[in-house]
């Protein structure tokens, strides 16, 4: 009796270690295509990878890791935009951000000096079938003259294990200076966004 006891105990802590890989594995993803994904299908991989994201921004003692899932989010869901590695993209705005962001201008836009935009990325591996997380991007506006060739954006990233990501700023700059007229951001795709 005392064996089936230990038996049933093995195989039960064998079952958890399973379960435990099983939640910590990528999200499976069948599409040849980023682009293909329904949204049903990008919600399902959100609710899978949403809190692996989190615990791996959050391993490093990035400030703005620790913080961002507590900002405005400025979409329904993520969506894949083209930038960044055509990754899924969910982005947050903070207190000082959040009221202009949510405008969606296109002209003039002028943010204040403080805001800061998060956006958790999510890669596609078609070849493999498996949806996993990627870097965090972060955008903070600085004061005037903070960096001048940037526009006063400072370009950061937290990799998946929350260390920080080496960002060369006119890399990022001269990508998101295609948008000067909206103070060089992205907004998420229009069927997605939060309105203000």
Same mark, same amino acid.
């Given at each position: 009796?005392? #064996?089936?006891?230990?038996?049933?105990?093995?195989?039960?802590?064998?079952?958890?270690?399973?379960?435990?890989?099983? *939640?910590?594995?990528? %999200?499976? /993803?069948? +599409?040849?295509?980023? #682009?293909?994904?329904?949204?049903?299908?990008?919600?399902? !991989?959100?609710?899978? !990878?949403?809190?692996?994201?989190?615990?791996?921004?959050?391993?490093?003692?990035?400030? /703005?890791?620790?913080?961002?899932?507590?900002?405005?989010?400025?979409?329904?869901?993520?969506? *894949?935009?083209?930038?960044?590695?055509?990754?899924?993209?969910?982005?947050?705005?903070?207190? +000082?951000?959040?009221?202009?962001?949510?405008? #969606?201008?296109?002209?003039?836009? *002028?943010?204040?000096? =403080?805001?800061?935009?998060?956006?958790?990325?999510?890669?596609?591996?078609?070849?493999?079938?498996?949806?996993?997380? =990627?870097?965090?991007? !972060?955008?903070?506006?600085?004061?005037?003259?903070?960096?001048?060739?940037?526009?006063?954006?400072?370009?950061?990233? +937290?990799?998946?294990? =929350?260390?920080?990501?080496?960002?060369?700023?006119?890399? %990022?700059?001269?990508?998101?200076?295609?948008?000067?007229?909206?103070?060089?951001?992205?907004?998420?795709?229009?069927?997605?966004? *939060?309105?203000?």
């Amino acid at each position: 009796m005392k #064996f089936r006891t230990i038996l049933a105990a093995t195989a039960l802590t064998f079952s958890a270690s399973i379960t435990t890989s099983a *939640v910590a594995a990528d %999200c499976p /993803v069948d +599409v040849e295509d980023p #682009f293909d994904l329904e949204a049903a299908q990008i919600t399902e !991989i959100y609710d899978c !990878i949403k809190e692996k994201m989190v615990e791996g921004y959050t391993k490093g003692d990035d400030a /703005v890791a620790a913080a961002y899932r507590g900002w405005t989010v400025t979409s329904t869901r993520p969506a *894949v935009a083209g930038p960044h590695g055509n990754r899924l993209l969910q982005t947050f705005a903070n207190d +000082v951000a959040a009221e202009q962001y949510l405008k #969606f201008e296109e002209e003039g836009v *002028v943010m204040p000096a =403080g805001s800061v935009l998060a956006k958790e990325s999510i890669k596609i591996n078609t070849k493999k079938k498996m949806a996993r997380v =990627g870097p965090l991007f !972060i955008m903070t506006k600085l004061e005037a003259g903070g960096a001048p060739d940037a526009n006063d954006w400072l370009y950061s990233a +937290v990799q998946p294990n =929350g260390k920080p990501m080496k960002i060369k700023q006119s890399f %990022c700059h001269d990508c998101h200076a295609g948008w000067a007229d909206q103070d060089a951001l992205a907004y998420p795709l229009e069927e997605v966004r *939060v309105s203000n």
